[in-house]
Structures are given as structure tokens and as C-alpha cells.
């Protein structure tokens, strides 16, 4: 009986200590929010400006892998094949739909 009082004894410490350590880690984010000037210029974190931007840029610029010319060209002919396609689709959709409108409300274009 009295290991019970014991252990019971040691888990309230625990658990009070793990409340403390929980109200200090909230009073330290409190006040850190507190002293951060409410009005502060966005212009503080930046530490560079336009050049350190630009240079930026140009490294990332780069990093880029090109296409080729090969490849640049079998890209471009796909992309006209598909637009071609898909133009031709829509077409004939839009031609069937008008078709079909035209039979239900008996409408002339002539």
C-alpha cells in the first residue's frame, strides 16, 4: 500500500512538471510575439534589393536544362498536331450539337 502512495507521488510530480514546463514554453511564445514591433517595415528582411534579386536570377537561370534544338522542334510539332486535333474535335462537337438543335426547334440558317 504505501509503494502505491509513492508512485502515485512521483506521477503528480511528473505531470506537475510537465504543466509548468508547458505554462513556460507559453509565456516565452507570448512575450516573443510581444516584442516584435507591430509596425515594422517589410524593407528589414530584405538585405539586398534589386541586384541581389537579379543575380539570383541569373544563377537560377543557369540551373536550367535548355532543350536542344532536336528536341525543341519534335516539342513544337506536337504541340501544332495536338492543337490540330483537338480544334477538329471541338469543331465536330460544336457542328453536332448546332445540328441537333437546328431538328428540335425546327430552325433555318438559309
Known sequence: MADKKKTGDKNTKAKSALSRGIEKSKNQRTAAIKSKPKNAPA???????????????????????WPTRKELVSYTVVV??????????????????????????????S
Open 43 to 65: 524593407q528589414q528582411e530584405r538585405s539586398g534589393g534589386f541586384r541581389e534579386y537579379f543575380k539570383g536570377v541569373r544563377i537560377e537561370t543557369k540551373k536550367v536544362v
Open 80 to 109: 501544332f498536331i495536338a492543337c490540330a486535333f483537338f480544334g477538329l474535335f471541338l469543331w465536330g462537337v460544336d457542328s453536332g450539337f448546332l445540328a441537333i438543335i437546328r431538328e428540335v426547334f425546327n430552325i433555318s440558317m
